[in-house]
Antibody, heavy 117, light 112 residues
Framework: EVQLVQSGAEVKKPGESLRISCKGS????????ISWVRQMPGKGLEWMGRIDPSDSYTNYSPSFQGHVTISADKSISTAYLQWSSLKASDTAMYYC??????????WGQGTLVTVSS | QSVLTQPPSASGTPGQRVTISCSGS????????VNWYQQLPGTAPKLLIY???QRPSGVPDRFSGSKSGTSASLAISGLQSEDEADYYC?????????????FGGGTKLTVL
């Protein structure tokens, strides 16, 4: 069974750093890209960027380029999304999604990030 | 605002047929396939339709998709109360600095 399991909810202060994770199982992790998608409270889905775990090649949405970093460790089938300095406006639910021939065929359960002083 | 345009809301009574539209451009819907996702309250999005009109296994045939030119639509027939959810269309966009995955703003479906 294909599964993407994300790390738990986080509460952080502005200016702090954070890395959240997405662990794939039940399939060949290096055969599918992983995308990250943001959903701000009460809002729609926004694509942030994606990574090819086989070689860690990334491409980002212009809206998020330079604000976040996407990485992966294929040895443990895990992709990451990280911030070096969080802002209150980063408060959102973050989803990872598998991308192969069909984009977004499986999604993680989501990680809620709350940034508040 | 979102790259793909959807109506913010739609509604219908049980048993009715409803359609949700999704409008894009030549760089996304016009040249790539469209997927639809269903997001039930408090849950992650779930793939509902892929490649314009294909249903993943387990998705009832009450759900169907179509595409024409730079627009797509999702139809739900025999509406049920459990269909009350947010629906999103998505497609790849062929931008100059690499493909981008773009979404519609979402349509909140209410079953009256």
């Amino acid at each position: 069974e294909v599964q993407l399991v994300q790390s738990g909810a986080e509460v952080k202060k502005p200016g702090e750093s954070l890395r959240i994770s997405c662990k794939g199982s039940g399939y060949s992790f290096t055969s599918y890209w992983i995308s990250w998608v943001r959903q701000m409270p009460g809002k729609g889905l926004e694509w942030m960027g994606r990574i090819d775990p086989s070689d860690s090649y990334t491409n980002y949405s212009p809206s998020f380029q330079g604000h976040v970093t996407i990485s992966a460790d294929k040895s443990i089938s895990t992709a990451y999304l990280q911030w070096s300095s969080l802002k209150a406006s980063d408060t959102a639910m973050y989803y990872c999604a598998r991308q192969g021939t069909v984009a977004g065929d499986y999604w993680g359960q989501g990680t809620l990030v709350t940034v508040s002083s | 605002q979102s790259v793909l345009t959807q109506p913010p809301s739609a509604s219908g009574t049980p048993g009715q047929r409803v359609t949700i539209s999704c409008s894009g451009s030549s760089s996304n819907i016009g040249s790539n396939t469209v997927n639809w996702y269903q997001q039930l309250p408090g849950t992650a999005p779930k793939l509902l339709i892929y490649s314009n009109n294909q249903r993943p296994s387990g998705v009832p045939d009450r759900f169907s998709g179509s595409k024409s030119g730079t627009s797509a639509s999702l139809a739900i027939s025999g509406l049920q109360s459990e269909d009350e959810a947010d629906y999103y269309c998505a497609a790849w966009d062929d931008s100059l600095n690499g493909p981008h995955w773009v979404f519609g703003g979402g349509t909140k479906l209410t079953v009256l």
